[in-house]
Nanobody
Framework: QVQLVESGGGLVQSGGSLRLSCAAS????????MGWFRQAPGKEREFVVA????????YYADSVKGRFTVSRDNAKNTVALQMNRLKPEDTAVYYC????????????????????WGQGTQVTVSS
């Protein structure tokens, strides 16, 4: 069992940056694959990025590749999402999630793989 709490959301202008953080409590955080998802109003939850237990494998959605960077600190039980060159279409509630295993790129984006979720943090990008 792991509990997740996101922070760092806010309002930013197009082209700006934000850094989201997800703090985990509970046991064995370092064993989990961590993911970030987002959900805009009226849309389905969308995969953003996943990072494996050690941080040396990542998988990004094409829509954020080259602009967003994920990192994790297992000593601090945190995972961060650095978001640069933000666009209005990045506006959404951002969620971090934990899965018990890494996987192929064809399955990592599936939210059903992630057993634990945070409550989300709002990111709004103005044009």
């Amino acid at each position: 069992q792991v509990q997740l709490v996101e922070s760092g959301g806010g309002l930013v202008q197009s082209g700006g940056s934000l850094r989201l953080s997800c703090a985990a409590s509970g046991r064995a955080f370092s064993y989990y694959t961590m993911g970030w998802f987002r959900q805009a109003p009226g849309k389905e939850r969308e995969f953003v990025v996943a990072v494996n237990w050690s941080g040396d494998s990542t998988y990004y959605a094409d829509s954020v590749k080259g602009r967003f960077t994920v990192s994790r600190d297992n000593a601090k039980n945190t995972v961060a999402l650095q978001m640069n060159r933000l666009k209005p279409e990045d506006t959404a509630v951002y969620y971090c999630a934990a899965a018990t295993a890494w996987g192929a790129s064809t399955v990592l984006p599936d939210p059903r793989r992630y057993a634990f979720w945070g409550q989300g943090t709002q990111v709004t990008v103005s044009s």
